[in-house]
């Protein structure tokens, strides 16, 4: 049980990082072009 707990935590833990580090990337990214759109 312990085992399969943790494969499974393993699997989840693929594809949060990879969430996190795009929400991190677009969310700046966003940020700029809506001051670049507000200013230009």
Partial sequence: ???DGRRH???D????P???TVFA???PL???A???LRWG
């Fill in 1 to 3: 049980m312990r085992k």
């Fill in 18 to 20: 990879i969430l996190s």
């Fill in 25 to 27: 990337i677009v969310t």
């Fill in 9 to 11: 935590w393993d699997h």
């Fill in 13 to 16: 833990e693929d594809p949060r």
């Fill in 30 to 32: 966003a940020l700029a």
């Fill in 34 to 36: 809506l001051i670049w």
